[in-house]
């Protein structure tokens, strides 16, 4: 079990996951987010080998059209 | 154009004074970068000339289009013009001796980081999620000890206070209700637009002036 910190909330999962794996399981396009773990920008190209591990904490902004 | 009857140092004075000089010399020696001139970058645009901000570097690849004119900086008799150079006309109306740098392109993945370099304070005004996200992907990655102000979420005429601006992390603030996407029945229009905007421009001077 390990616990994250996602946009200010702590939450739980089984096992360690990648940021694709979490945001497709949270419904997330990922074409519109930006991720931050722990302070640091995740580079689209990294979402499949980019792990959350236990007590990351993560940053998700998804952005909606308009401007 | 009508004639202009002012000098240079009668602007100067008068920013001073409406200002102060202290937080002028501040607002003058910044460059910002607007990217996406649309209903919030034109109206970012407008708002940081007039407190005289130093360098605007304004970007744009699109012509000014009659559906514009509910919400942008922009008049009938400028459709058609590309924005950068409606713009440029408009901004230099106000102050013709602002420093502007224009460049009518589309903004991707591959050019972002070159393109703003030089840049210190950039707001993301795009229109479409997408874009707006590659942007903030880009800048927090490529262009480190710059700060982006970006915008999401203000379409319709909901309640005007749902328009917020929150720290996101130690260089990227977020302006607009977060939620409200542009949709058939619910378009762009002047007033939410315009007020996600001046979140985005007053972030933009706070930051210049060392408010975090």
């Not at chain 2, 005289?52 to 008799?77: C, E, K, P, S």
């Not at chain 2, 939620?179 to 007020?195: D, F, I, K, Y």
Request: net charge negative; proline share 1%.
């Amino acid at each position: 079990m390990i616990t994250v910190r996602i946009n200010g909330q702590e939450e739980s999962f089984t096992a360690a996951l990648s940021v694709s794996a979490f945001l497709e399981a949270k419904g997330y396009r990922t074409d519109r987010v930006a991720v931050e773990k722990n302070g640091a920008i995740v580079p689209r190209r990294e979402y499949e080998s980019c792990l959350i591990n236990d007590r990351d904490t993560l940053e998700v902004v998804s952005f909606v059209g308009g401007g | 154009m009508g004639d202009i009857r002012i000098t240079e140092e009668e602007m100067r004075q008068a920013l001073n004074g409406r200002h102060t000089e202290g937080v002028q010399s501040r607002i003058s020696a910044a460059r910002v970068a607007v990217a996406g001139l649309g209903g919030l970058g034109s109206n970012i645009a407008v708002s940081l000339a007039r407190i005289g901000v130093g360098r605007l570097h304004l970007i744009d690849f699109d012509r000014v289009d009659v559906t514009n004119l509910n919400r942008q900086q922009y008049f009938a008799d400028q459709v058609g013009m590309y924005k950068t150079e409606a713009l440029r006309e408009n901004l230099l109306r106000i102050n013709p001796w602002l420093e502007l740098r224009t460049d009518c392109l589309r903004v991707t993945e591959e050019n972002a980081a070159a393109l703003l370099r030089d840049d210190m304070y950039i707001c993301e005004a795009f229109d479409d999620a997408g874009n707006k996200a590659m942007l903030v992907r880009e800048v927090l990655e490529k262009l480190p000890g710059t700060y982006l102000v970006a915008a999401s979420g203000m379409a319709g005429y909901g309640d005007g206070n749902a328009i917020h601006t929150r720290r996101v992390s130690s260089r990227f603030y977020l302006c607009g209700d977060e939620t409200t996407e542009a949709a058939a029945g619910r378009g762009l229009m002047a007033p939410r637009v315009a007020l996600c905007a001046a979140h985005q421009a007053n972030m933009v001077l706070r930051l210049i002036l060392g408010e975090r």
